[in-house]
């Protein structure tokens, strides 16, 4: 009966999420995975809704899966219990309705990046048309929920509720990155916008030939410049690049010796993008790959670089700027 009880709530939270997903699909937005963990689980969309009502109703989606779940199984277990009596099956079937039940509840609470608080951030953006500030709204209910839940999580730990006590905690710790890290990832989207990598590339862009020797290289570049990321061109066709990862693996009793044409990394999708890629999905990218530095191409032409500190410099610039502009608006009024 456990394992049932556990296979049927696992099933539940597979629903639940499900529900996210069919609905966004619903309005065009894909989802890329479903994550199932300690605390429930998320359905990742491969981008934001483009309207609050949108938002409101994919958001809206999982806690009705949920009540709908409940009310499945509250209706199954006063069945049996009609049709069979109280048992082990209607225990089980009983635990569900609850669990579900509060699933649901939980969930509903307008603390963002729970459903509620995503409700709670539709209602909002459809009000104001600003996401950001709508964001930064439910977010911050978001927090007060999370340091309410740990403080309760520690007033339980010192009456001696160890694991009640302990499990607030983690959710509080939980509820409060997950609000923290969805308005910096909602700050970077306003922020950049539109903007591609053609627009904050480096230009004028430091390169090496491959017959250059690896000492040459060292001290006339790395060394000199201050780079560890150096793309290599011969006679304006650009082969690839090497870095200090690529020298490491090389003796430095050999480096007088060795050529750059003999150890430079080819060309490949990894390391390259192209300069009308969105900066946005460039981010995206450094997430999956962990790469920090691309060579921006155009067939076999190099452009520029773009490096994951060009883009951060930049972003905080436009964060700085923000600020400035928020505080002469306020010293204005």
Known sequence: MAVLAMLLFFASLVGHELAHAVTARRF????????????????????????????LWIAAAGPAMSFGLAFTFWTLAGAGAVLVGAGPVVAVLNYLALINLIL????????????????????LWRRSGDMLAATETAARAGAILAYGLMGLGLLGLFQGAMVSGFWQILIGVFVLAAARSSVDAQRTKTLLGDRTVGQLMTEETVI???KATLSALVNQVILAKRIGFVPVVDAGVLLGHIDTGVLSSIDRENWANTTVGDIFVDLDPNNCVTPDLPVLELFERIAQTGQRKFMVVEGRRLLGVITLSDLTRHLGLLTSLGKQAGTNTAAHV
């Open 28 to 55: 065009g937005v894909e989802t890329r995975h479903i994550t199932l963990f300690l605390f429930g689980g998320v359905a990742e969309l491969a981008q934001e809704p483009t309207k609050a009502v949108h938002e």
């Open 104 to 123: 649901a509840l939980f969930n509903l609470l307008p603390a963002f990046p729970l459903d509620g608080g995503r409700i709670l951030r539709a209602w």
């Open 208 to 210: 090496v030939d491959p």
